[in-house]
């Protein structure tokens, strides 16, 4: 038995909300009509729909008529980024994106070259932030799609989305975002930003998995990826998620009063107390991705001499969640492909962990992880001969 479970794992996944449950529930059973259904039930599990729908907009700052809703963050990057690919495909054949981006976007992209598109990868600094300059060099008069990530899940930086946003409106180049991190933890508008597209994901923000919606600015036409019966615009077939959607919908309730009641702030005091116990207690430990332009809730590491995962097996032992490298790519070797691309050497990579707090993550959560980390560390150093032999 250990002195406390303390789950930082929220960028991996979060639980529903028991308001979200609550919300989601009576759409199993009692209200399980079809939305395209003409009768009663159909009209007030549409009705559910609907109403989903405006609290999504209303989160991001869009119109209800702009969210599509999704199986998830993954398919929204998918609809995005092959949808914009080839509705455009007859105006040009580049499309850009960054060394940094989720599975979801970098093999849909890999997917686009495969069918004689051609990609260009942005490098990021060591901060993994992406160089507006390196963006507008790239920009090509065929250029017809750029997608650039909010906020990193592994690193936590946040991008410079709407200047990378004027620079795309401006040329009349489609600008996708995925947004899977960021929505719900940071006040944002698509619509200030200049986003013509932005994905989400609920179950990153206390909703249901395997619901998802994709933001499309009035006017911006794709081609759907799902076809069938027409839902969503016509562009996500298949009946409708209702329980999903209406978990999706309440999450976002939930999100944009957070928002707005200073839970925020106090997340952002919290994640820099275990970023400055961690760095200073800590020797050979560094702060991974930028300091201040991070996610409020990330707080990532790389730890010399030490590999993440002999970390993460000792950290659960002591109650303790957390990742290294991205959830997808732990168990295999090879290290994260965002540390290197920020510069990172390999050694240093393998010892990367992420913590991600939570809106039930407490102070004291905060020093337990602290501690038992300093502790851990000094285990696995006793008995590294990488440590021994440091230079
Ligand atoms: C989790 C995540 C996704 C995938 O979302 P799913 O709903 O799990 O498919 C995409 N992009 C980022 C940045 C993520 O963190």
Redesign the pocket.
Known sequence: MTERYVYMDH???TAVDRSVLEAMLPYFSEEFGNPNSLHMWGRKARKAVNEAREKVAALVGADAAEIIFT???????NLAIKGAAFTRRDKGRHVITTAI?????IDAFHWLEDQGFEVTILPVDEKAMVRISDLESAIRPDTILVSM?F???EVGTVQPVAEAAKICNERGILFHV?G??AAGHMPFNVRDMGIDML?M????MYGP????GLYIRNGVKIEPIVHGGGQERGLRSGTENTAGIVGFGAAADLALRRLGDGSIEEEVRLRDLLIDSVTSSIEDAYLTGHRTERLPFHASFCIGSLEGESMLLRLDAAGIGASSGSACTSGSLEPSYVLLAMGITHELAHGSLRFSLGKDTAREDIVYVAEKLKKIVADLRALSPLWENRG
């Not at 199986?71 to 990057?77: H, K, N, R």
């Not at 981006?101 to 976007?105: I, K, M, N, S, T």
């Not at 994901?201 to 990153?204: E, Q, R, T, Y």
């Open positions: 960028s991996a996944t199986g998830g963050g993954s398919e929204a990057d981006e989720h599975h979801a976007v990530m906020a990193n899940n995925d899977v991190q994905t994901s609920a179950h990153k998995k395997g619901v998802g």
